[in-house]
């Protein structure tokens, strides 16, 4: 796929097909079940689990396109909602439901020229994800999404080692999301599960895939942070002191020149500081539409970050991202 150079794109964004909806109250996979309470209001039972009601943003493909448009956004590129990963399910239904959210998204956005989509991996099955990696080379998936926990085990686990090398030697990048539960009584109030359990899930996963040293052990390996990173960019001076200290871990410095950021920030400062500690042309537009927690004005925070140069603004509107996802 390659891009118009001009072209504003949007990194992380969501999107549940209504075909996926259709697909899932048809499906005879163990655990998956589907709920129509009426008037466009639907949600999901996955493994046990019932999620919250889909909002009718992250279904409506043609409010989705008057927005960006709105937002000087020309391309975005879509995940699934990271509450349907279901990674409770089985190894082998976790294989068809990932199918089922992989083959309705692809659907959807073939239909739209101004959308692309990252394909879902069944996580909980670490030998089946990597097989689905080489699948996926042929379809026309930009890249990869998974959440930075897998039901309790994080992805420094060995069990990932698998996937990982099939990633890197893909060449897809994986854009790791958050999948935090409201399950922190520290969080609960105050909105803080958004605002700050999902910046932290981020926060402790990308710094011990650093710790593992997994970016430099997988060459090839792109890894995008979504939230700007959460706190790694702020703390990675506390993480390269904890290496002074116990020097078996991996070199936090090294590996974080080898991650991408969206821009999920809200800040032009913050994103000014982003931009100083990342390394050049890793730092690509994000909305996190359609969900009030994201940036509903994300060009506009770029053009008002003043430490940018028009160089650094091009990168972050559709440049970096160019350069990442072009698979031409």
């Known amino acids: 796929m390659a891009f118009d150079k001009?072209?504003?794109?949007?990194?992380?964004?969501?999107?549940?097909?209504?075909?996926?909806?259709?697909?899932?109250?048809?499906?005879?996979?163990?655990?998956?079940?589907?709920?129509?309470?009426?008037?466009?209001?639907y949600s999901f039972t996955i493994a046990g689990a019932t999620t919250r009601t889909l909002p009718p943003r992250l279904i409506d493909v043609e409010e989705r396109q008057r927005w960006m448009t709105n937002a000087?956004?020309?391309v975005q590129i879509v995940g699934t909602w990271a509450d349907l990963f279901g990674y409770r399910l089985s190894p082998d239904a976790g294989v068809a439901w990932c199918e089922v959210l992989n083959e309705?998204?692809?659907n959807a956005v073939e239909k739209v020229d101004r959308l692309h989509a990252f394909a879902a991996l069944p996580m909980q099955a670490p030998e089946e994800a990597a097989a689905m990696v080489s699948d996926l080379a042929d379809k026309p998936f930009l890249g990869v999404t998974f959440a930075t926990q897998i039901s309790g085990t994080e992805l420094d686990h060995p069990a990932?080692?698998?996937?990982?090398?099939?990633?890197?030697?893909s060449g897809f990048p994986v854009?790791?999301?958050?999948?935090?539960?409201?399950?922190?009584?520290?969080?609960?109030?105050?909105?803080?599960?958004?605002?700050?359990g999902r910046p932290l899930d981020t926060t402790i996963a990308a710094a011990r895939l650093l710790g593992a040293g997994v970016p430099m052990r997988f060459p090839g390996l792109r890894l995008i942070l979504a939230h700007g990173g959460g706190a790694v960019p702020f703390i990675l001076g506390r993480?390269?002191?904890?290496?002074?200290?116990?020097?078996e871990v991996g070199d936090p410095q090294a590996g974080f020149a080898a991650l991408?950021?969206?821009?999920?920030?809200?800040?032009?400062?913050?994103?000014c500081y982003l931009v100083s500690k990342a390394s050049p042309g890793s730092v690509m537009l994000g909305s996190d539409y359609p969900f009030p927690i994201g940036d509903h004005s994300p060009v506009e925070v770029v053009a008002n970050a003043r430490c940018l140069d028009s160089a650094d603004r091009i990168a972050i509107l559709g440049g970096a991202a160019q350069a990442l996802l072009d698979r031409s």
């Open 260 to 271: 991408a950021f969206d821009s999920v920030v809200f800040d032009p400062d913050a994103l």
């Open 6 to 41: 001009s072209q504003v794109i949007d990194i992380h964004a969501h999107l549940v097909p209504r075909e996926l909806i259709e697909a899932a109250a048809q499906t005879s996979i163990p655990g998956v079940e589907v709920t129509d309470h009426g008037e466009r209001q």
């Open 175 to 196: 854009f790791l999301h958050p999948g935090y539960i409201d399950s922190d009584d520290r969080t609960a109030p105050y909105g803080m599960v958004n605002a700050v």
């Open 160 to 169: 990932f080692d698998v996937v990982w090398t099939a990633l890197a030697d």
């Open 104 to 106: 309705t998204l692809l």
């Open 239 to 247: 993480l390269k002191r904890n290496k002074e200290i116990f020097p």
């Open 72 to 74: 000087g956004i020309d």
